[in-house]
Each structure stands twice: as structure tokens, then as C-alpha cells.
């Protein structure tokens, strides 16, 4: 059964930092792509960064290129979002995500119809 945890969801100020974690577990974890997404009040789900799991091949949204990384740690079956820089409309609730499987060789973000399993997301509040 797959599982996937995300944590370290938080309030911060507008420029801050905050590193989510995302703990997989049910599966042979860098056989798949893993991407975060984000979905604010009112807006649709979005893609803000995606894995090449063992790999390490990055793929990021423009609105947070050059602020957030996403790494992983493959021993760990782990996937991180360093996101630096706040701004108010990062404010969402953060859900890591898992994509297909590493042999359909995706290059690019990953999108919502590529996800076919979430995380119960983790809550990013950016204040002003």
C-alpha cells in the first residue's frame, strides 16, 4: 500500500524559509518520478517541483525557480522542497505526490493527471 507523509508545514514572514519532507513508503521508491504540488483557497492544484528519483534530474515551476529545491534522499525513501525566499502567494497546503514509473522517461514537470497517488498535504502559511 502506498503511503505518502508530508511534513514541516508552517507560518512564516515573507522571506523565510521552510524545508517540507515527504516520507514514501509501500513501493520501490526510485522506480517512480515524485513531484510536490500545491493547491491556495479557490485556485486548482499546481505542480511546483518534480524528482527523477535516483536520478536526481529537477524540474521546477517558473514561479519558484531559483527559491525552491526539491532533492531527495534516496536511502531514506525521503523527498524534500527547500523553499526560500517566502512570498504571501506561496501560501497553500503542500502535497507531495507520486508520478509513473521512472521507465516512461519523462522529461519535464509533472503534471496532476500524471499523479496517481497523494499525500494528505501539509499546510505553508506566508504572511506579510
Known amino acids: 500500500q502506498v503511503q505518502l507523509v508530508e511534513s514541516g508545514g508552517d507560518s512564516v514572514q515573507a522571506g523565510g524559509s521552510l524545508r517540507l519532507s515527504c516520507a514514501a513508503d509501500?513501493?520501490?521508491?526510485?522506480?517512480?518520478?515524485m513531484g510536490w504540488f500545491r493547491q491556495a483557497p479557490g485556485k486548482q492544484r499546481e505542480a511546483v517541483a518534480s524528482?527523477?528519483?535516483?536520478?536526481?534530474?529537477?524540474y521546477y515551476a517558473d514561479s519558484v525557480k531559483g527559491r525552491f529545491t526539491i532533492s531527495e534522499d534516496d536511502g531514506k525513501n525521503m523527498v524534500y522542497l527547500q523553499m526560500n525566499s517566502l512570498k504571501p502567494e506561496d501560501t497553500a497546503m503542500y502535497y507531495c505526490?507520486?508520478?509513473?514509473?521512472?521507465?516512461?522517461?519523462?522529461?519535464?514537470?509533472?503534471?496532476?493527471?500524471?499523479?496517481?497517488?497523494w499525500g494528505q498535504g501539509t499546510q505553508v502559511t506566508v504572511s506579510s
Open positions: 509501500g513501493y520501490t521508491y526510485n522506480s517512480y518520478y
Open positions: 524528482i527523477a528519483t535516483g536520478d536526481g534530474t529537477t
Open positions: 505526490a507520486r508520478g509513473p514509473p521512472r521507465w516512461r522517461s519523462y522529461g519535464r514537470l509533472l503534471s496532476r493527471v500524471d499523479i496517481t497517488h
